[in-house]
């Protein structure tokens, strides 16, 4: 069965710091993983995707995430936090078997951004 | 390419009233995705489509809730006889059925939050 766990409800960070935000994931099969961020009263914008290719990697916004099939982690960060990456973001495991895609979304992590 | 759209975008509504959202989905995206969130939660899945055929609903679907995509294309979500706890973002996603060359990534729309007062 597939399950998706955030170990962060909420991350704070100072603007110009490191942003790590935390996923575990379990699957049957082999996942496809992505990040998604929501800003407030927005629709979920994709940041990256893994897809069973390169394990690092990049996505929008100077966001990347590795994918450590022993760790079964996929965390995202980013070297430098901006004030527009305060959004919340979430951890999202999709797997393709006869049925199609079936598809979990991780709780959230509300990333908060201090000047 | 103009994406998912849905609208109303915001839906204020009394108690007891019936509510309908729609979605357009990306033009060659056979699967159509509804998903209800709540404030500080993820986004719960409530029913896709593919196509016109309704192929999964989740308990979460009560039968005052029903979703149409009578021609394979648009699809509509009714609320009926709202009640407070129906106050949520309703999301619409799409993608391509899923195979192989298929990552599963979904796209969303903006939302539609409705208010029940």
């Known amino acids: 069965a597939q399950s998706v766990t955030q170990l962060d409800s909420h991350v704070s960070v100072s603007e110009g710091t490191p942003v790590l935000l935390r996923c575990n994931y379990s699957s049957s099969y082999s996942p496809s993983l992505f990040w998604y961020v929501q800003h407030p009263n927005k629709g979920l914008q994709l940041l990256l995707k893994?897809?069973?290719?390169?394990?690092l990697v990049k996505g929008i916004n100077g966001f990347e995430a590795e994918f450590k099939k022993s760790e079964t982690s996929f965390h995202l960060t980013k070297p430098s936090a901006h004030m527009s990456d305060a959004a919340e973001y979430f951890c999202?495991?999709?797997?393709?078997?006869?049925?199609?895609?079936?598809?979990?979304f991780g709780a959230g992590t509300r990333l908060f951004v201090k000047a | 390419d103009t994406g998912v759209s849905q609208n109303p975008r915001h839906k204020i509504t009394k108690r007891g009233q019936n509510v309908t959202f729609r979605c357009d989905p990306i033009s060659e995206h056979n699967r159509l995705y509804w998903y209800r969130q709540t404030l500080g939660q993820g986004p719960e899945f409530l029913t896709y489509?593919?196509?016109?055929?309704?192929?999964?609903k989740s308990r979460l679907l009560s039968d005052r809730f029903s979703a149409e995509r009578p021609k394979g294309s648009f699809s509509t979500l009714e609320i009926q006889r709202t009640e407070q706890g129906d106050s949520a973002m309703y999301l619409c996603?799409?993608?391509?059925?899923?195979?192989?060359?298929?990552?599963?990534?979904?796209?969303f729309g903006e939302g539609s939050r409705l208010t029940v007062l």
């Open positions: 893994y897809t069973s290719a390169a394990t």
């Open positions: 489509f593919q196509n016109e055929a309704q192929l999964e």
């Open positions: 999202v495991v999709s797997d393709f078997n006869t049925g199609g895609f079936k598809t979990i």
């Open positions: 996603a799409s993608r391509l059925r899923g195979g192989r060359a298929n990552t599963g990534e979904l796209f």
